[in-house]
């Protein structure tokens, strides 16, 4: 295509066009039907058709989420371009592929020390157990685990032997690690069990989860890292049930933030995509100054009445999506409008992008004021301005401007609510910002798998950010939570603040 002047967009309108001859309309149609073609092109690049990243194309596979990517195509025909597959989710199961050689243990695992285990009480007749009672070895398994040092950390080999004691009633009791809940999913060969019979020690646990969920590092990675520094061996398997399991502990204390959330004065909600598997799913965040609970599901109202419940009476922070909506006292956040202002003032429409300008003007002013906590007259002089700029657009003839000053009308309450509430903030950048982390290993890992996956991951994410919050140490609490989940016991609730 010979390189031409470009053409500027925001000079047309149906008086323009219709002023042109013939010939320049023609000449005109041509550019512009050129200029599509190559935004049609452009706008489906990627990675398999272009130098583009693979982290750049979409994670759904070209699924529901993005319509418009495969269909009307007629343009790219017309530039004599196929039209190209949506990248698809690989089908393949995830581990070890049938007929693919196994992978074991090398060298055995050496004790430093012996812990063992003996029933406390007969079973047959409740005496408690004495050492000098007659007593043979039942079983026995290695469990490596973290172990504090005055300075750092080192992973200690040891073997726990477990007992059996014949009671003087003649009954013999058997001691056994212990067990936690079953986690089932369907179709899995292995069900999810947490048992204290297992190779990785709660503080390991907690500390493969935090590498996986704090540190974004990929499974494989963490073996690395665990073999190259810590001359720890385990499989992409064990870690991975690892952090299902530490996700499984994490899952009760979540119960206990809802509680505390919904006691909170103002809440800050946002939500954003999340694949699982290829699917569209939503992660919600709703969180106060001091606890944060996350949750992955559809983007239907009952995923945040799950979090906050009905009875709320608090302070909601969030954007404009309809799902906020129903609750009474509200503040809707002003980064988006803003943001919306800055794209009309982008525009091509020139009134439009004038009212864009107006808005970015007036609201960062509101925002600006409110902070300086400027006296009641010259706050009303602000919103009278604003008000008025979208009563002035209610009806423009640029759909966006319309759409705008619309929805800043009809939630007008909403938006000014900090005006007359000085505890609440103007935005909702506390919630975007606790999802940011997620945002980036959405990146990293192109989301969870299945249900457990994604329940685990969001109440690792809740516990470390609510800890993050009251000052607590996350990693400690979780070790402990995983413990005590090995017997079957329910993790404790998070302590207040620090
Ligand atoms: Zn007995």
Redesign the pocket.
Known sequence: MPKQPPVDLSAMDRAFFEQLDPAARLELLCRLHAMTVELAERLAQNSSNSSKPPSSDGPFGGGPSKPESGQNLGPKAAAGTKPSAPPSFPTRKPGKQPGAKGKWRCEALVAERTENHYPAR??????PLELWHETKGNSGHFVLDLEPLPSGLRVACVLHLYHVVR?????E?TERPGKGLVSAVEGRKRDLQPSEASLIGPALASFIAALAVRYRLSRAKIVELLSTWLHVRLSVGSIDRCIREVGLACEPIVEGLIEDLRLCGIINADETPWPQRGHLRWLWVALSSTTAVFKIGSRKAEEIRDLIGDAFLGWLVSDGYGVYRSYKHRQRCLAHLIRKGIALSDGYDHDASRFGEWLVRELRGLIHAVAQEDDAGALNLILARLKRACLLNNDADATKARAVAREILNDWDAIIAFVTNKELPPTNNDAESALRHAVIARRISFGTRNDEGSRAYAAILSVIETCRRRKLDAWDFIAKAVHVARRGVIPTRLPAMA
């Open positions: 007969c079973d047959a007749c409740g005496t009671c003087p009633c003649g009954a009791t």
